[in-house]
């Protein structure tokens, strides 16, 4: 660096506004609080990233700090998006779901009771299932599926149906139907006919296997339908996060970024592949591929789409500005309502590739057209004490399916090779 560039970079580090700490220190769950840390991060982020870009200057420094303010922003974006769910959540668990019924009140009892000693009680006799699991009760079933569904993003975006077979099966059409204009006496020759396609969402099986020593549920110190929930969720959501992403579809879903041109399963469907958009730089997001890939996605399905990317490249999109000068990412400004990039709404998905050489960056568009979650029915726990004495392991199991059910609403941003 020489002497001009130093002593640029030197004012650069040492004139622009000291961080603001804007993660959250008290009380994050107050929203306005939140809200107005997040807008006061966002404003310190573009200060910084403008000075630096005025002086034309690469220093650690600026570099650091600019990292550390987006890392504040991730966490505050976390917490108010963690508020709308817990809000939403709430609002959910306070009813009935469609047609399920509420639970049976001595069913509850009973599988508590079952949890803790093994006692099995005449009551247990409707979830007894011939290898000695048992069915969990309906809201301590519906409580998981709806933690989990707060931690997995594309759970929470996509269409979710519940089976109670051993699978589901969609017809397609080719689409390949023919026609033709005629006279009025002209002869109407046979035309093209449209072939059927069918795709299989056959579910997995994701499991979860903690214990507990036989002392401590003896003495009852802990309430083990709430920790054993907090085992559960915490291990199924870590593992539909990855298999929805990129699940090979062998005892798991089918991953929606294996359904992209060129990857292992973009022949699958009948229509086709997710279509790519190519970034154009090697090592970068560009403001240029963001607009190409919001504008190669058909106007029908723009309504309801959203940006799918990681905290990593989330930083990168934050830098990009319009011709305008303007930046084309913005943080949400009331509770419930995301931030966006470019006016689309933005999902985190912690499991999404990073920037690298032919890697899908970002996914864009209407994921609950897109991606189809086949839950089976129902939790079973088996309640294990022998295999690993003194502690008594809760096998618990649940059947999940997925795949790509309309690959047209939806495009991927690659980073160039």
Not at 240 to 253: D, R, V
Not at 313 to 335: C, E, I, M, S, V
Not at 338 to 357: C, F, G, K, Q, W
Request: aromatic fraction near 8%.
């Amino acid at each position: 660096m020489n002497k001009m560039m130093f002593t640029a970079a030197a004012a650069l580090s040492l004139d622009m506004p000291r961080a603001v700490h804007a993660t959250p220190r008290a009380d994050i769950s107050d929203p306005k609080a939140l809200i107005g840390q997040l807008q006061a991060a966002f404003e310190e982020f573009k200060a910084t990233n403008d000075a630096s870009l005025a002086a034309k200057v690469d220093d650690a420094v600026v570099t650091a700090k600019l990292d550390a303010i987006n890392a504040d922003l991730n966490k505050l974006t976390k917490a108010l998006d963690d508020q709308a769910a817990i809000l939403a959540s709430n609002k959910l668990n306070g009813g009935v779901i469609g047609d399920i019924p509420a639970s049976d009140p001595e069913y509850v009892v009973a599988f508590k009771a079952h949890l803790r000693s093994g006692e099995v009680q005449a009551a247990m006799t409707k979830g007894v299932d011939a290898d000695g699991g048992y069915l969990a009760p309906i809201e301590w079933d519906r409580t998981i599926t709806s933690k989990v569904k707060r931690v997995s993003p594309i759970r929470e975006n996509s269409r979710v149906i519940s089976i109670s077979t051993a699978g589901f099966k969609k017809n397609f059409s080719d689409r390949a139907i023919g026609s033709g204009w005629v006279g009025e006496t002209a002869a109407r020759p046979a035309t093209t006919t449209p072939a059927i396609g069918q795709l299989d969402f056959v579910p997995g099986e994701i499991y979860a296997n903690p214990g507990i020593s036989q002392q401590l549920l003896d003495d009852a110190a802990v309430d083990l339908e709430v920790w054993l929930s907090d085992e559960v969720d915490g291990e199924f959501a870590k593992q539909e996060n990855i298999a929805f992403l990129s699940g090979n579809g062998t005892n798991k879903p089918y991953g929606i970024l294996t359904f992209v041109t060129g990857a292992a399963n973009a022949a699958r469907h009948p229509w086709g592949a997710i279509a790519v958009v190519n970034s154009g730089h090697a090592t970068q997001v560009t403001a240029d591929a963001l607009i190409s890939l919001i504008y190669s996605l058909p106007g029908e399905f723009r309504g309801n789409a959203k940006l799918y990317t990681n905290q990593q490249t989330l930083a990168a999109f934050r830098k990009l500005k319009d011709g305008q000068g303007n930046y084309l990412w913005q943080p949400a400004f009331a509770l419930g309502q995301p931030s966006t990039l470019a006016a689309a709404p933005v999902v985190e998905v912690p499991d999404m590739p990073d920037i690298a050489a032919a890697a899908i960056a970002a996914l864009y568009g209407d994921m609950e057209q897109t991606y189809l979650v086949v839950d089976r029915v129902g939790i079973r726990v088996l309640r294990d004490p022998f295999t690993n004495k003194p502690f008594v392991h809760f096998y618990t199991t649940k059947r999940v399916g997925g795949g790509v059910q309309n690959p047209e609403p939806m495009r991927a941003l690659q980073i160039a090779a």
